[in-house]
């Protein structure tokens, strides 16, 4: 299994992204998928996670802001992220079964 972020880059606080991660190499349709932020020093945090049948659930920080989806005939999952805010500034990574992307850079920042 391989997986592949994109998305990242700088935003201003209220600003808006859209993280993508590409799956190769499994039944992808049947696995859940996560996303999770690192932030330099700290613990590694699920931000969303989304089930192979599409249920999702969210941490209480990012409820109302953003939204995990996913296509399953694209092998991809995406984030969206609105009003980004200083705190959402982390390496995200994708995360399915024990595979993790390299991750892609959000900064938010005026």
């Known amino acids: 299994v391989q997986l592949v972020e994109s998305g990242g880059g700088l935003v201003q606080p209220g600003g808006s992204l859209r993280l993508s991660c590409v799956a190769s190499g499994t039944i992808f349709s049947i696995y859940a998928v996560r996303w999770y932020r690192q932030v330099p020093g700290k613990q590694r945090e699920m931000v969303a996670a989304i089930s192979g049948s599409g249920i999702a659930n969210y941490v209480d920080s990012v409820k109302g802001r953003f939204t995990i989806s996913r296509d399953n005939s694209k092998n991809t999952v995406s984030l969206q992220m609105n009003n980004l805010r200083s705190e959402d500034t982390a390496v995200y990574y994708c995360?399915?079964?024990?595979?993790w992307g390299p991750g892609t850079q959000v900064t938010v920042s005026s």
């Open positions: 995360n399915l079964i024990n595979t």
